[in-house]
Structure formats: C-alpha cells, structure tokens
C-alpha cells in the first residue's frame, strides 16, 4: 500500500509563505511523478504543480506561476512545494499525489493512482 502524508499547512496572513511537503513510505515515490493539488470549499480539485520523477520536468497552473516552486529529493523520498506571497484564493486543502505513469507532469487527477489525506492552508486577508 502505497502512503503519502502532507504536512506543513497552517494559517498564514495574505503575502506570506508556507512550505508543504509531501513523505512517501518506502520508496514510493521515487520513480514517479508527483504533484499537487488543491480543493477549496465547494470546488472541484485542481492541479497546481507538478514535477516529473528526475526532478527535471515542471508545471505549474497560471495562478501559481512565480509565486510557488516545487522540488523533491529522492534520497529523502519527499517532495516539497515552496509557496510564497500567499493570498486568500490559495486557500484550499492541499493534497499530493502520485503520477500513474512516466511522463511529462500532467493535470488530470485521473492520472494519479495514489493521494494523501490532504492539509489545509488558510490565508487570512
């Protein structure tokens, strides 16, 4: 049974950061995509950034774009999502997920094959 566990949200003021991070239990993420995604109150889940099994490959969703960075370390097996210049719209639980198969970080949750149990962030204004 594959495990991931995020850790690292909280409450946090409009402008500030906040650095999650995602922990696979042995071994189950390294060789494999892995990404975020969020889910604010009455919506869908959405992807928001991803990075390919090497590390060599990213994507991030427009919103994020220059405010969020993405990394993994694979001899850790974890990988982080660095979030800065936070602002009440990037409120929502954050879930990491890995990517079924070898390829290009992609964003529809169908190709996603194992989820954590989420953490939330909230930004006050």
Not at 82 to 87: A, E, G, K, P, Y
Not at 88 to 113: F, K
Request: aromatic share 10%; net charge neutral; proline share 2%.
């Amino acid at each position: 049974q594959v495990e991931l566990h995020e850790s690292g949200g909280g409450l946090v003021q409009a402008g500030e950061s906040l650095r999650l991070s995602c922990a696979g239990a042995a071994r189950t993420i390294s060789g494999f995509g892995v990404s975020w995604f969020r889910q604010a109150s009455g919506k869908e889940r959405e992807f928001v950034a991803g990075i390919s099994w090497s590390g060599g490959d990213t994507d991030y969703t427009d919103s994020v774009k220059g405010r969020f960075t993405i990394s993994r370390d694979n001899l850790k097996n974890m990988v982080h999502l660095q979030m800065r210049s936070l602002n009440p719209e990037d409120t929502a639980v954050y879930y990491c997920a890995r990517q079924m198969r070898v390829s290009r970080p992609a964003r529809e949750v169908d190709e996603y094959d194992f989820w954590g149990q989420g953490t939330q962030v909230t930004v006050s204004s």
